[in-house]
């Protein structure tokens, strides 16, 4: 599975932002989908997972009530919908995909090569 992320840029805080995530390939539903995100000098942290059907979420607790995730299968594609961003949500956000559903790394063994998120005040 290749990944590709989109949808980045700069943001001021109380924005919103929508990143994409394409896949390759035909088995995208056989996948848990998540986003994860690294801002400088920290490590690469969860953010979200929908799991393969789409039917079950899970959110970090700073991202709880902001930032939605959701999938469609058909266009191979999960998107993340960021609301009321706030100046902590600047990083680099990775999608990734993996056979099991769950917030640790180790579950996903496909990673997009990031996209870059500015909130500014």
């Known amino acids: 599975v290749q990944l590709q992320a989109s949808g980045g840029g700069l943001a001021q805080a109380g924005g919103s932002l929508r990143l994409s995530c394409a896949a390759s390939?035909?088995?995208?539903?056989?996948?848990?989908m998540s986003w994860f995100r690294q801002a400088p000098g920290k490590e690469r942290s969860f953010v979200t997972a929908i799991s393969m059907s789409g039917t079950e979420l899970i959110y970090a607790d700073s991202v709880k009530g902001r930032f939605t995730i959701s999938r469609d299968n058909a266009k191979n594609t999960v998107y993340l919908q960021m609301n009321s961003l706030k100046l902590e949500d600047t990083a680099v956000y990775y999608c990734a995909a993996g056979l099991t559903f769950g917030v640790e790394k180790w579950r996903y063994a496909y990673w997009g090569q990031g996209t870059q998120v500015t909130v500014s005040s």
């Open positions: 390939g035909r088995t995208f539903s056989r996948y848990a």
